[in-house]
């Protein structure tokens, strides 16, 4: 069956003629997460796509971009049409840099959380000065906002002892096999479910930004926007949206108020 032919039935589905459809690329970044592919996120994020799709009369195809250089490059060309991605300074940077327009972020947002051993000697920020730090690698997002956090609380990570590990699951290793004193953790993260499943101390969490941001690009008029948010504001509200809610793994639903927190994320950050 020819694309083309699937783009009239769909056309056809939705009471509109061939004229009206459109066909939009929704680009979905999942970070560094591994253990994925295109198919596993065609299939994940379909019927967010569909539901998109119904709200402003399009076929709406799932693209996954692996790679953060093509996320940035399909941003900057507007090559994707719409955009759902983590980490959060990536929508946030198609925001200020590339044209793009708010559309949504996911409930509950993101924390970086300063974690430390049961019996940690450390009981405020203060105390992390002249300790063994350990954060996921310098490049991750997670580390630069734990740094700002830690900046704007006073703690500058640039004049500390700071070990950096690629997965997160590994600055859980180094804490409790006394490797660190103290780490740095995404509250989104399977490292930070567990450490909290099993009671592990959290020092500090920090002031809460913006998760996996969903952006469209000029190829989406206002009322397009506002039919966008419509729907993923009512996706809780039925057996069907929920369905498509579980299936991305953000049973909490989307946000649609968060604009000026994702605009102002980049200057927090430092960048």
């Known amino acids: 069956m020819s694309k083309s032919f699937n783009l009239v039935a769909l056309a056809l589905s939705l009471g509109i ?6 066909e939009l690329v929704l ?16 299939q994940k994020y379909g019927g967010l796509a569909e539901a998109i799709g119904k709200a402003i009369k399009a076929e709406v195809k799932v693209v996954f971009v692996r790679e953060f250089a093509q996320l940035e490059d399909g941003m900057k060309s507007a090559r994707l049409d719409l955009v759902m991605a983590r980490p959060s300074d990536y929508p946030a940077r198609g925001l200020r840099d590339y044209g793009y327009h708010y559309v949504a972020t996911v409930k509950p947002e993101g924390q970086c959380l ?13 105390d992390l000065k002249g300790k063994k730090i350990v954060m996921p690698e310098k490049v991750a997002y997670m580390t630069k906002f734990c740094k700002a956090e830690l900046r704007h609380q006073g703690v500058d990570l640039d004049k500390e ?8 699951e590994a600055v859980v290793f ?5 490797f660190g004193q103290v780490g740095g953790l995404a509250s989104y993260s399977g490292a930070a479910r567990k450490w909290l499943k099993e009671g592990g101390t959290v020092l ?12 469209a690009s000029k190829a989406l008029s206002a009322a397009d926007i506002a039919a966008v948010q419509k729907a993923v504001l009512a996706l809780p509200d039925s057996p069907e949206g929920q369905v498509v809610l579980k299936s991305i793994g ?3 639903g989307f946000d649609t108020a968060t604009e000026d927190k994702l605009r102002g994320l980049l200057k927090f950050l430092g960048d």
């Open 17 to 22: 003629t061939g004229a009206q459809a459109r």
């Open 27 to 42: 680009g979905i970044s999942e970070g560094t997460s591994g253990g994925t592919d295109h198919a596993r996120v065609v």
């Open 204 to 215: 500090h969490r920090s002031v809460p930004q913006p998760y996996s941001p969903l952006i």
């Open 161 to 168: 002892s700071v070990t950096y590990v690629r997965e997160q």
């Open 114 to 126: 300063i974690v430390v051993p049961k019996d940690s000697p450390i009981k405020q920020l203060a």
């Open 250 to 252: 953000m049973p909490g």
């Open 174 to 178: 180094y804490i409790n096999n006394g």
